[in-house]
């Protein structure tokens, strides 16, 4: 299956719920190159670790260590996992783990070889049934619920600004475009493919029109007021789970 290399860092994940901190951006952007396409990789986990809604796994295969990273699950060192390929980045610097892997594979998912104790079965989207994997982290098949206690009266939209639902609504003719808006933060996702990820809404909107992600290496917090401003993208496709009608990428985030 055919995707779209990214020039940022995540794939992930990870977009699922929490996980470490990230104060800053990150040092250094990494490089991105489509994977070659092996028809998979076995091997046994040799180190593991979970942050932003990843889970990192350094397998140990026929053909040495190699770093994989999917969406968070439950794995321990000595099990064994059979993985797809995925998206390949190299000299990828994560603050959240203070270290630089020099490469490293994002994958849809983490599937634990038949023996395995490990929680990672999530189905791949290669399976001979059709199903799709867990969405990613950002993804916009993962949209955020607005965490309890968030009250969005009372946000105004900036002068010649939008609304999320004029966003959407107006999409065609805002792509390309930069835009003003003013939101509410209902989830923040750090170190995601080089930059963060946030989800944004203002009341407006019904389902599916009414929670927008923004793309920033700026930083907040749930419930924070924010005044984000940046470029209208539309059907962005990263590939791996990551795509959106509508996207406001490389924005300026400032809390309010």
């Keep these: 299956m055919k995707k779209q290399a990214l020039v940022l860092f995540l794939a992930l994940i990870h977009f699922a719920a929490t996980g470490c901190g990230n104060s800053g951006q990150e040092a250094k952007q990494p490089s991105v ?24 796994v350094l397998l140990d295969t026929d053909g040495g260590k190699i770093w994989f990273a999917g969406p968070e699950c439950t794995v321990k060192v000595g099990e064994k996992l059979n993985i797809r390929p995925g998206l390949k980045k190299t000299n990828f610097t994560s603050k959240t783990f203070n270290r630089t892997f020099e490469t490293i594979y994002f994958v849809e998912s983490l599937v634990a070889a038949p023996g395995s104790k490990a929680v990672c079965s999530v189905p791949s989207i290669h399976s001979s049934k059709g199903s799709t994997p867990a969405p990613l982290e950002g993804s916009s098949r993962a949209a955020a619920p607005a965490p309890a206690g968030i009250d969005f009266a009372g946000i105004k939209k900036p002068a010649g600004g939008k609304t999320i639902a ?13 835009i003003a808006l003013r939101g509410k933060v209902v989830k923040f ?16 909107g019904a389902a599916g029109t009414n929670d927008l992600t923004v793309t920033t290496l700026n930083t907040a917090k749930a419930g924070d007021s924010v005044l984000v401003e940046g470029l209208v993208a539309v059907d962005k496709d990263f590939g791996y789970g990551y795509k959106y009608d509508v996207l406001i990428d490389n924005a300026t985030l400032k809390t309010e």
């Design 166 to 178: 004029e966003i959407f609504m107006e999409k065609k003719a805002l792509a390309g475009k930069s």
């Design 33 to 56: 190159e489509q994977a070659p396409a092996p028809a998979g990789y076995s091997g046994t986990v040799a180190e593991t670790m979970n942050a932003a809604g990843y889970t990192y």
């Design 189 to 204: 996702s750090p170190d995601i493919m080089g930059k963060n990820w946030v989800h944004v809404q203002d009341g407006t």
